[in-house]
């Protein structure tokens, strides 16, 4: 059995759950994080290096002789991070750039569903301001405007009404508020019913799809005000059928990756289609290239197979030859906030409470915006700093776990959704 040295890029929750996951195979020898986070360091050793510098990235793979690359970001993936490791002859995990636009290009990922004839809502494209605001005069409310490239997850606006959404389109395309990412919009109708997250490990030809879950964007409770990156997940979804989700592969997954194989771009990693399960069965509301987050760190507590099985075979081409499993439990994450967050907020402020929380039965806190200061205090260092993470026999089981842990936790500031998963066990009934 040959062990491994592994450099993990990102920072957030979500490379600390995979780093969790990967540090238990026994192949796993070393972890590397680049740039890793305050958890990340309990794990392995953190480097020093932005996860969108190529090229130092690819320096100190070669200089460490690692022997895999996890790369997990969007943002390096978009930037072809994936492309040039191969070209230096390094092994590493995720799509190609020209795969990655699922992601990284609203556009690009819009008329891709139109071309194969996926399920999504009616849209057009614009990059003229006075061409998009003469369209919506006679669009119906509400509507939707997204930024094409990357943003967070923040670049999504549900508009009410006709001055909400020119405001919108103003701010993107006239202001620049997104940058560059936001030099092309998409408009879209606005599709009504539960929104679902589903994942599924590729090679390209072969796929696994995870257990359905449930993100919890906005930063109020009952889903009001801003989008966020994730506020909290549950998994698998209570009113998420079988069917359902075998419906989800054939009319989704699958016609995805064959799609993409015909243009040329064939995708390996995994890849993540946000649903909306309307009247009329499920529609894409977008692509995702890569893990989620917060939803990998409650997909972790649950997956039962080496990780780091299922990332070689999707590298190398045999993922139909690994057999995948989830435990049969429910899990959830809930996402523990600066003040301010996901709009201007301080860093700096000291977390006390992690061990006590993780004294409890099935708890982890997955670190995202944290790091230690010079007096060796863990301290905060982003919008969403920790992810609490539990399991149960039941959904209920887990979310009370979890809350209970929350309340050991504490930072100047600290905020947390109180209605993780609340909506879910509702449509259950």
């Excluded at 890793?36 to 050793?45: C, K």
């Excluded at 893990?291 to 507590?301: N, V």
Aim: aromatic share 8%; with cysteine; hydrophobic share 40%.
């Amino acid at each position: 059995m040959q062990k491994q040295k592994i450099l993990i890029i990102g920072g957030g929750g979500r490379e600390h759950a995979i780093g969790w996951k990967i540090s238990q195979s026994e192949r796993c020898e070393e972890l590397y994080f680049a740039p890793g986070n305050g958890g990340t360091a309990s794990l392995g050793t953190n480097v020093d290096i932005k996860a969108t510098d190529i090229e130092a990235l690819i320096e100190f793979v070669k200089k460490e002789k690692i022997d895999l690359t996890l790369a997990i970001p969007d943002d390096p993936l978009a930037l072809g991070i994936v492309d040039e490791f191969q070209k230096k002859g390094l092994r590493i995990f995720g799509p190609s750039k020209n795969a990655a636009q699922l992601e990284a290009s609203k556009a690009f990922s819009k008329n891709f569903m139109a071309m194969h004839n996926l399920p999504t809502a009616k849209f057009e494209i614009f990059t003229d301001y006075e061409l998009a605001k003469k369209y919506l005069e006679n669009h119906s409310l509400p509507v939707v405007v997204k930024v094409s490239g990357l943003a967070l997850g923040k670049g999504v606006f549900i508009c009410e009404s006709l001055e909400e959404a020119n405001l919108a389109i103003e701010n993107i395309l006239v202001k620049k508020t997104f940058g560059d990412a936001g030099s092309e919009i998409v408009i879209e109708e606005f599709l009504i019913g539960p929104e679902i997250s589903t994942h599924a490990f590729t090679d390209g030809l072969h796929y696994s799809v995870f257990p359905t879950s449930g993100d919890h964007k906005r930063i109020g409770e009952g889903d009001t005000s801003p989008n966020t990156g994730g506020m909290g997940t549950i998994a698998p979804l209570p009113f998420v059928s079988g069917e359902l989700l075998k419906n989800i592969e054939d009319e989704i997954i699958a016609p995805t990756l064959k799609g993409m194989r015909e243009d040329g771009n064939t995708f390996s990693g995994v890849v993540y289609p946000g649903l909306m399960l309307t009247s009329s069965g499920p529609k894409i509301l977008e692509y995702n290239a890569r893990f989620g987050d917060p939803e990998t760190q409650t997909y972790m507590r649950l997956l039962d197979t080496d990780l780091l099985d299922i990332v070689d075979a999707c590298i190398d081409g045999t993922l139909d030859k690994v057999q995948i499993n989830w435990k049969k439990l429910s899990a959830c994450t809930i996402v523990l906030a600066s003040g301010g967050y996901p709009d201007k907020y301080e860093k700096g402020k000291v977390i006390k409470g992690i061990e006590e929380a993780e004294q409890q039965e099935g708890i982890i806190a997955f670190h995202a915006g944290t790091k230690n200061d010079d007096d060796g205090n863990l301290i905060t260092n982003g919008g969403r700093v920790l992810g609490v993470a539990a399991v149960g026999d039941t959904l209920e089981e887990a979310l009370a776990s979890a809350y209970k842990a929350v309340e050991e936790i504490s930072f100047e500031g600290m905020y947390y959704r109180k209605d993780i998963g609340k909506k879910a066990l509702a449509i259950r009934g």
